[in-house]
């Protein structure tokens, strides 16, 4: 079991203790926030070229689908 934390009588000092506390915590929510902010930065560079790839992909198969088309339309008007 831990000790209690001694509490300074003085209201300056109070004072401080208090603003140390919110500090500390202000810290850990910018920790927290750069590592979240970070992740979610790569997460997006991954979707971003994931995004591109799906492009290209989406690209190439309509290409393919109007050479198709074109020949098929060859092949009937010299059936």
């Given amino acids: ?5 001694h509490v300074p009588s003085d209201p300056v000092q ?8 919110q500090l500390d915590r202000l810290l850990d929510s910018v920790r927290r926030l750069t590592e979240e902010n970070r992740s979610l930065r790569h997460s997006q560079e991954q979707l971003s070229g994931e995004r591109a790839g799906l492009l290209a992909r989406n690209e190439q ?5 109007e050479a198709m088309i074109q020949r098929l339309k060859s092949l009937e008007s010299n059936g």
Avoid: D, G, I, K
């Fill in 61 to 65: 198969a309509r290409s393919r689908v």
């Fill in 14 to 21: 109070q004072e401080l203790v208090a603003l140390n506390r």
């Fill in 1 to 5: 079991m831990s000790m209690p934390e």
